[in-house]
C-alpha cells in the first residue's frame, strides 16, 4: 500500500469554467462557477501561432467563437479580435478568448484552485506540454494551492514534467490501459483523470493503494456524483453547477 500524495484540491470541479451554464473556456464562466461557490475550475489550455497560452477547448475556432481555422495558425493579436461568447447567448456577446495568464490573475484572486488542461494541437504535443508548463510555473508562482496540470497527451506530459517537474500531473484517459501503473509512474503522476463509465469501486481502491489520486468526468448526475464521492473519489468534474452543490 502507497502512500496517496498531497491534495489540497477540492472535491467538485467545474468543467470548462461553469460546465454548461456559460459559453466553456471564458473569464464569464469562472465568474459564473464562482457564483455557485465552485472553489475550482478545469479548464482547456493550448498555444497561439506565437505561442501565447490561451483556453480553447478544440483546435479549431468554429464551434465556440466566430473565427476560422485552427488557432494555432493565428497570432495571439488575431485571437484577441474574435468573439467567444456569442455562440452560447447574445448576454455573452464580446467575450473574448482568455489568455491563460488572465485566467491566473483571476482564480488566484478569487481563491479558486485550477485544472489546467494541456489540450495541444494535433502535432504541437511538445512544444506545448514545455510551453504551457512554464507559462503555469510562471503565473501561479507563490501560489498556495499549485494547479494541477493534465491531459491526455503523454506527450505533452513528459515535456511538462522535464520544463516544471515540481508542478502536479495528472494523467486523462478514457479508457483504463492496462499498463496504467507504469504510466503514472514514469510521468510522475500524481493522479490519473478517468471517465466515469471506467470506474468501479474495485479499480478506485487498487489505484488510491498504488498511491495515486482518482479524478472523474465529467458527471452531471447528482445520484451518481454522490455515490463516486462515497465511494472515496478525490475530485468529481462536472457541468452540472446547478445540481450538484460544491459544499
Ligand atoms: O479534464 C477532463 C475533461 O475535461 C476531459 O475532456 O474533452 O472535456 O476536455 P474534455
Ligand atoms: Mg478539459
Redesign the pocket.
Known amino acids: 500500500m502507497q502512500t496517496l500524495p498531497p491534495w489540497p484540491y477540492p472535491r467538485l470541479v467545474a468543467?470548462?469554467g461553469a460546465g454548461s451554464l456559460a459559453p466553456e473556456n471564458t473569464l464569464a464562466a469562472m465568474r459564473v462557477g464562482a457564483s455557485f461557490g465552485y472553489k475550482m475550475v478545469?479548464f482547456?489550455a493550448k498555444l497561439s501561432q506565437d505561442q501565447v497560452a490561451i483556453l480553447l477547448?478544440d483546435a479549431d475556432l468554429e464551434r465556440t467563437t466566430n473565427g476560422r481555422g485552427n488557432a494555432a495558425d493565428q497570432p495571439y493579436a488575431a485571437l484577441t479580435k474574435l468573439d467567444a461568447g456569442f455562440w452560447f447567448d447574445v448576454a455573452f456577446r464580446g467575450e473574448p478568448i482568455p489568455t491563460l495568464e488572465a485566467v491566473a490573475q483571476y482564480t488566484l484572486a478569487q481563491n479558486m484552485a485550477s485544472?489546467v488542461?494541456i489540450?495541444p494541437t494535433p502535432g504541437l504535443e511538445a512544444l506545448t506540454g514545455t510551453a504551457i508548463a512554464r507559462q503555469v510555473a510562471h503565473y501561479w508562482q507563490g501560489a498556495s494551492v499549485p494547479p494541477l496540470l493534465?491531459s491526455f497527451s503523454l506527450t505533452a506530459l513528459e515535456a511538462a514534467q522535464k520544463e516544471a517537474p515540481n508542478l502536479p500531473r495528472g494523467w486523462?484517459t478514457k479508457e483504463l490501459d492496462k499498463n496504467w501503473r507504469e504510466i503514472l509512474t514514469r510521468l510522475g503522476c500524481v493522479s490519473i483523470?478517468l471517465h466515469h463509465r471506467a470506474l468501479t469501486k474495485r479499480l478506485l481502491g487498487e489505484i488510491h493503494s498504488a498511491g495515486f489520486r482518482v479524478t472523474i468526468?465529467?458527471v452531471n448526475d447528482p445520484a451518481r456524483a454522490a455515490t463516486l464521492l462515497k465511494w472515496g473519489v478525490d475530485s468529481v468534474?462536472t457541468d452540472a453547477l446547478d445540481l450538484i452543490d460544491p459544499k
Open positions: 468543467h470548462r478545469e482547456d477547448h485544472n488542461e489540450k493534465s486523462i483523470h468526468w465529467t468534474i
